[in-house]
T-cell receptor, first 114, second 114 residues
Framework: AQTVTQSQPEMSVQEAETVTLSCTYD???????LFWYKQPPSRQMILVIR??????QNATENRFSVNFQKAAKSFSLKISDSQLGDAAMYFC???????????FGKGTKLTVNP | DVKVTQSSRYLVKRTGEKVFLECVQD?????MFWYRQDPGLGLRLIYF???????EKGDIPEGYSVSREKKERFSLILESASTNQTSMYLC?????????????FGSGTQLSVL
């Protein structure tokens, strides 16, 4: 069975600084996909970034990038130039290829200090 | 933009009541999901549906049932609500072009069972 572990229940960062959120996962499959979702206080979950396991290149989306270490089964999220609007719960998730069952981590609450 | 609408943002019910949580999506997505979100536990999959009248159990289906009579609507049913079902319930949908398609979430229903 898949598992996703987020070891940091809470993190904080100063506005304009960089922060990295950690995520490790465990799967026996070679075909899988990884995601970071953001849940602001409005509760509307939105996709931040996704990574296909077969791609070696780390995904980037504007100020958001990942450090995908396949051998270590690590998938950390880096947020550069942090903004107040980045304050939210962040969830790491994994799904095996061909499956519908997306498995989420327990989440990391990010606070951005002005 | 895809819209996933959950009928209630907050709901208060009594122990033993039958509770219906409704979810509607407007993008003709095949797959729909019900998750439960609890602090410190992340999101856990209750049920999902991959077509009208088709459903599959997730990781925590006990005490819940679902109904999907129309493609756009997916209902979660608590046959006899209990206090341990007090939680945030999130509905999501996605299309099935590929496994890495993102989930679109509703804004959640915070259910309190007294």
């Amino acid at each position: 069975a898949q598992t996703v572990t987020q070891s940091q229940p809470e993190m904080s960062v100063q506005e304009a600084e960089t922060v990295t959120l950690s995520c490790t996962y465990d799967t026996s499959e070679s075909d899988y996909y990884l995601f970071w979702y953001k849940q602001p206080p409005s509760r509307q979950m939105i996709l931040v970034i996704r990574q296909e396991a077969y791609k070696q290149q780390n995904a980037t989306e504007n100020r958001f990038s990942v450090n995908f270490q396949k051998a270590a089964k690590s998938f950390s999220l880096k947020i550069s130039d942090s903004q107040l609007g980045d304050a939210a719960m962040y969830f790491c998730a994994c799904v095996q290829g061909g499956s519908e069952k997306l498995v989420f981590g327990k989440g990391t609450k990010l606070t951005v200090n002005p | 933009d895809v819209k996933v609408t959950q009928s209630s943002r907050y709901l208060v019910k009594r122990t033993g009541e039958k509770v219906f949580l409704e979810c509607v999506q407007d993008m003709d997505h095949e797959n729909m999901f019900w998750y439960r979100q609890d602090p410190g536990l992340g999101l856990r999959l209750i049920y999902f549906s991959y077509d009208v009248k088709m459903k599959e159990k997730g990781d925590i289906p006990e005490g819940y049932s679902v109904s999907r009579e129309k493609k756009e609507r997916f209902s979660l049913i608590l046959e006899s609500a209990s206090t341990n079902q007090t939680s945030m319930y999130l509905c999501a949908s996605r299309n099935t072009v590929s496994t890495n398609e993102k989930l679109f979430f509703g804004s959640g229903t915070q259910l309190s069972v007294l």
